[in-house]
């Protein structure tokens, strides 16, 4: 025969179960606590009323009661987690928003294009051991020419236009913007003994009607290396490892022959195109190379006239121009745009 | 240099395609431009024969030229000058692709009616067919050239356009670039013949040569050919001058350019019977001197300038150009050939005053050597008696003062070694420079000897060897290594580390870096600077400037930097905000202009609201600060700032920037006067950093200070003050408590209940120590000795 008790919690158990299924919130569950394991829930009831009960009908209602209070338990702190994931996700999904909104604003501010290509040169060759050094832009022409063996009345002086400032000495203009950065090889050599390993940039004037491959400013990046045991083959290796750095490891480059009174041998350097990846295109005017810079190994003439021993000591020299390189890295077409200080164009860097 | 291969084949064998010929040239130094091929655009392009040349009826200056193109006939109009019947002409039918003779311009012939006739086609100048430069006349071709044959057929060539380098005047010749073809290519060079037959008078009984100034002159060849024809050369020289970009002239004219172009040597001829008194004298000018040369212009020389004259006058003006009086003119028989060597520098010096470069002075600027000189002339003698007849006279004058040794070098193999980081073999090293012309005798243990051929007037040391070494061999056959030396130990660099964070610091800040050029005008100066300053201190001008607008070198940035406000404000009407750190040039007197490293920053416009629309609250003089106050807080320098006055700057609202009592800088309103001249009429802010005072004080590192264990006591006070009280004032005299950890200004209120005249500033005080949690008693102790003080100092009273 089965204990009333047994089958009341057999009751009570249904209707909690049936109940609980029927609720959807926080305080309907709480009723729902209060009702079932409440103080004065029928549960408790027959809980309290164990101890008037015989010794064995105690024994198997109470292991029966208490089991059924664990199990209601349970299913209330289910319940309860159950409730409040679906709050949450309701705020949740409530507080959708349009993530392509934009952000509030923030001035963006940027460094001119001269200026990142200009670090970025620097950085490479800085990190080979060049140091950065820079000097005057109004020079005298004996720092811009002279002594970097371009004397007066020699027909090289048509490589470099030059603007001269109006001052007079001797009957001559002794003072000019300088026209490239070179006579800053002889600025650092007479201030240093080697080893020298140094790059020098900055601005550069040229007396030159302006198209959009001629800038009558520009900013030149000069670079010099003199030492014991320093040769052609070290001016390759190092212009190599820079072009690589800053136009990709992938790049070729390409050196050739060519004349600057200051240097012997004297060469300048191409890089396969990187636009048409050296297939030929309008920007390398079809021969797949691009020419970057200018360089060669030190005159003896210059490295005497700033008193080293020319025997002993050997070096190399190179002029690359800034702008070239921040035209070729973003396809640039037209020079002039840089010291237009145009925003829509600076903007775009 | 334009070097037709059809021409340059005579000295060497050809073996390598266009391209490649090109490329290797260029590779050894002689950058090939172009390599142009006439003939191949010249579709619809023939020979035609001028067949009757009339009138235009509708205007003077045009004439209706009848050609003839075999079979064919058909009349355009013309306005050459030059055009006659008879001629042999380039004629272009419609649809022919031509230059456009005034742009330049490649353009399409079409049909056209000028001035009321119908011209179904064109007879082409120069210019118009790409061969040079000239369109004052149509191109009139040789007699033979037979009509009607393809012009492409006629003149067709394949031409190398070279950038001949400044050092090597030898490749300003075909003779010369053949020479690096047979180095390239492993040919050999045929050297043009130069000997024939005397038959007149020693020339010494017919012609006397001094040269008076020997430094000017180390040499003057002469040769006399007496009974000439003076006449058109033939078709193939025409061609060969043509294609090279010389207009052909006539055959003696024509013979001294071939010459040049062949070998490298300028020559000039003289008609004979117009020397005076059978004399050549090679003197410089005298002053007052006044010569025709050729072109027709009067050419005022001076006591610098070397002249060739007769007994009676100058006859040419020496290397650059001859006289109109003794030109060679279709009646001259006895022609005087000349052919000198005159000092480069001289040459250029007289070039540059007279305003005049001609092909032969682009030559001789860049220094010839004096053996040249004789073997053009006896090759010039060679085409002159074979092209335009006459009788040579025995013998050629040759007045030589300044002959060299032949040029020899010893060259080691270290050195070669050193300089290319190569050990070449000997037999490679004494092939290749055979190959140039060089000898090269090798002299055990360890040198060569190498003798410079007399055309190669660049190679003076062992350096020049290396080149010639490497170049031929290839720079890509060098190998490739990297520095192996000690790296030199590093120096400071101050002043561009601060250059570089200063230029980061603002950019982060959100301003634009621009960078605007050195040249200015002084118009633009004085609209930013006081009249005092420029007239005191005027700024550095050049004495050839491109254009007025950019003519003295820039003593302040505010001016290009308004500018650029000004054109960038023309289409973004938004907030602008603009730096600049570059160098203005303080002059200094007999010395280089003092650079200095300057900042300048300008702003302007709206603050932008969350859309980026213009929220309507212009930026003030506390947004310009606010950059100047992130710059020197990232910076680790403490300034302060001062009223001051600036010309360009509104009185009230400027600051001057103060660094250990020092100015070193300044930020303010700009003057809506001074914005006006610029075109801008809004409110625009600016401010402006003398870096260099900077560099001392920057670097240096913060001292840390400890952090206090203990609580602070935070509380607020507002205090009201005279209006003429300053923030920093009452910030300093807070600030000097020991126990005010720390002093925040949160509000400035003028207005009721505040009287007039006054104003409450409300700051927010932390008081801390580093040792002890401080007392009520203590607070309340600092802050009644801060407002005393406060009292006492700036009238401060606590309010309420
Ligand atoms: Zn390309």
């Known amino acids: 025969m089965i204990l009333p008790q047994l089958q009341e919690l057999k009751e009570i158990e249904d209707k909690a179960r049936t109940e609980l299924a029927a609720v959807s919130d926080e305080e309907a569950l709480e009723s729902w606590r209060i009702a079932h394991l409440g103080r004065r829930s029928r549960l408790n009831i027959i809980l309290r009323g164990l101890a008037s009960l015989p010794i064995e009908e105690r024994r198997q209602v109470g292991a029966a009661a208490n089991r059924l209070r664990l199990e209601l338990e349970e299913m209330l702190s289910q319940r309860q987690a159950q409730l409040r994931e679906a709050t949450v996700t309701a705020v949740v999904e409530r507080g959708r928003l349009d993530v392509t909104l934009p952000g509030r604003p923030l001035a963006i501010g940027r460094l001119h294009p001269v200026t990142q290509a200009l670090r970025d040169i620097l950085a490479a060759f800085v990190s080979m051991g060049f140091q950065v050094f820079e000097g005057p832009e109004v020079e005298w022409d004996h720092y811009n020419f002279e002594a970097v063996r371009i004397p007066k009345d020699h027909p090289a002086r048509d490589m470099w236009d030059t603007l001269w400032i109006d001052y007079v000495r ?137 008193g080293y021993d020319a025997e002993r000591y050997t070096g190399f020299a190179f002029g690359l121009g800034v702008e070239r390189v921040a035209m070729l890295r973003h396809g640039i077409e037209d020079i002039r745009l840089f010291y237009a200080n145009d925003l829509r164009f600076l903007e775009q860097f | 240099m334009k070097v037709p291969l059809k021409w340059l084949g005579e000295y060497v064998d050809i073996n390598l395609p266009a391209q490649e010929l090109a490329r290797r040239l260029t590779m050894a130094g002689t950058e090939v431009d172009a390599i142009l091929t006439t003939g191949r655009e010249w579709e619809k392009i023939s020979v035609a024969q001028v067949v009757g040349v009339s009138p235009h009826p509708n205007a003077d200056r045009l004439r209706l030229a009848t050609v003839e193109l075999g079979g064919e006939q058909m009349t355009v109009v013309c306005g050459a ?172 004219v024509d013979i001294t350019n071939y010459v040049m172009l062949e070998v490298g040597q300028p020559l000039h001829s003289f008609d004979f019977s117009l020397i005076s008194d059978r ?97 053009a002339i006896r090759r010039a003698v060679r085409l002159m008696l074979e092209l335009a007849g006459g ?36 037999p490679q090293v004494r092939q290749t420079l055979v190959s140039l012309g060089f000898g090269c005798r090798w002299v055990p243990p360890d040198r060569y000897v190498v003798r410079v051929p007399y055309w190669r007037t660049d190679v003076h040391i062992p350096d020049d060897v290396a080149e010639e070494l490497a170049r031929i061999i290839g720079y890509g056959e060098l190998p490739t290594t990297t520095l192996s030396g000690a790296i030199p130990p590093a120096q400071p660099q101050p002043s561009r580390e601060l250059r570089e964070r200063v230029r980061d610091i603002l950019a982060a800040a959100g301003m634009q870096e621009v960078i605007t050029y050195s040249l200015t005008n002084l118009e633009s100066l004085a609209k930013v600077l006081p009249p005092e300053e420029l007239s005191q201190r005027p700024p550095l001008r050049v004495t050839n400037p491109m254009s007025y607008q950019q003519e003295y070198l820039r003593t302040t940035l505010r001016a290009s930097l308004l500018e650029t406000l000004a054109s960038n404000l023309r289409h973004a009407q938004r907030r602008i905000a603009l730096f600049e750190v570059g160098r203005v040039y303080l002059p200094r007197p007999e010395e280089l202009p003092h650079e200095v490293e300057s900042l300048a920053g300008v702003g302007t416009g709206d603050q932008p609201d969350r859309w980026r629309q213009p929220r309507g609250e212009p930026v003030d003089l506390y947004d310009a600060k606010a950059y100047l106050e992130l710059l020197f807080n990232r910076l680790g320098l403490a300034v302060s700032y001062h009223d001051s006055e600036d010309f360009a700057l509104v009185p009230g609202r400027t600051a001057e920037v103060r660094l250990d009592g020092q100015r070193v800088g300044l930020v303010g309103q700009v003057h809506p006067r001074v914005a006006a001249s610029f075109d801008i009429e809004q409110d625009v802010y600016l401010f402006e950093v003398n870096l260099e005072t900077l560099v001392p004080q920057v670097g240096k590192p913060r001292l840390y200070q400890s952090l206090s264990r203990f609580p602070a006591v935070e509380e607020d006070i507002a205090i009201v003050v005279d209006e003429g009280v300053t923030a920093a004032q009452v910030q300093a005299i807070v600030e000097a408590f020991s126990l005010v950890q720390r002093a925040a200004l949160f509000d400035v209120y003028t207005g009721p ?48």
């Not at chain 1, 010099?224 to 190092?238: P, Q």
Request: glycine fraction near 8%.
């Open chain 2, 81 to 252: 000058p030059n055009v006659a019947p008879g001629q042999k002409v380039a004629f272009a039918r419609l649809g022919a692709e031509l230059i456009d003779g005034h742009s330049g311009q490649p353009t399409i012939l079409k049909a056209a009616k000028i001035r009321g006739v119908e011209s179904a086609g064109m007879v082409c100048s120069e210019k118009e067919l790409g061969l040079s430069d000239s369109h004052e006349g149509i191109l009139v071709l040789p007699e033979d050239a037979p009509v009607g044959m393809p012009l492409g057929q006629y003149l067709g060539d394949t031409i190398l356009d070279l950038d001949v380098t400044p050092n090597r005047p030898d490749c300003l010749s075909v003779l010369g670039i053949a020479r690096e073809v047979a180095a390239l290519s492993g040919g050999s060079v045929r050297e043009p013949p130069g000997d024939y037959q005397e038959l007149g008078q020693p020339i010494k009984e017919r012609v006397r040569v001094e040269i008076a100034d020997r430094d000017l002159c180390p040499r003057y060849c002469a040769a006399l050919i007496e009974g000439v024809q003076i006449g058109p050369s033939p078709p193939w020289m025409q061609e060969r001058l043509v294609a090279a970009g010389v207009r052909p002239i006539s055959n003696v």
């Open chain 2, 391 to 426: 009788r040579a006279a025995e013998g050629i004058i040759d007045v030589y003062p300044g002959k060299r040794r032949e040029t020899r070098i010893t060259v080691t193999q270290e050195r070669l070694r050193r300089v290319l980081g190569l050990q070449l073999p000997t």
């Open chain 1, 170 to 306: 001797n009957d001559e203009y002794p003072m000019l913007l300088r026209t490239h950065t070179s006579p800053m090889q002889i600025r650092v050599m007479e201030q240093m003994q080697p080893p020298v390993r140094i790059v020098s940039p900055g601005k550069c004037y040229r007396h030159e009607a302006t198209d959009p491959t001629h800038e009558w400013m520009h900013t030149q990046v000069e670079g010099l290396a003199v030492d014991e045991n320093i040769s052609m083959a070290d001016l390759k290796g190092t212009l190599y490892e820079f072009a690589r750095r800053l136009f990709g490891r992938e790049r070729r480059v390409r050196f050739r022959c060519d004349y600057f009174p200051f240097v012997e041998p004297g060469a300048d350097m191409s890089i396969d195109c990187p636009l048409c990846d050296g297939q030929g295109c309008r920007a390398c005017g079809n021969s797949g190379w691009i020419e970057i810079l200018g360089a060669g190994m030190v005159h003896p003439e210059v490295l005497a006239n700033v």
């Open chain 2, 753 to 800: 209940p505040v009287p007039a005249g006054k104003k409450s500033l409300a700051y927010a005080i932390s008081y801390q120590s580093l040792d002890h949690t401080l007392t009520d008693a203590e607070v309340d102790r600092e802050r009644r000795r801060i407002l005393e003080r406060l009292s006492r100092e700036v009238g401060a009273v606590l309010r309420g």
């Open chain 2, 279 to 375: 004399k050549i004298i090679v003197r410089r000018a005298r002053p007052g001197e006044v010569m025709v040369t050729l072109d027709g212009t009067d050419r005022p020389l001076n006591h610098d300038m070397l002249v060739i004259a007769d007994a009676k006058e100058a006859v040419a003006v020496a290397g650059l150009m001859g006289g109109a009086a003794s030109e060679v003119s279709e009646n001259a028989t006895a022609i005087l050939l000349e052919s000198a060597n005159f000092n480069p520098a001289s040459i250029r010096r007289t070039s540059t005053a007279l305003k005049l470069r001609t092909d032969a002075s682009a030559r001789f600027e860049k220094g010839l050597n004096p053996e040249l000189a004789m073997v």
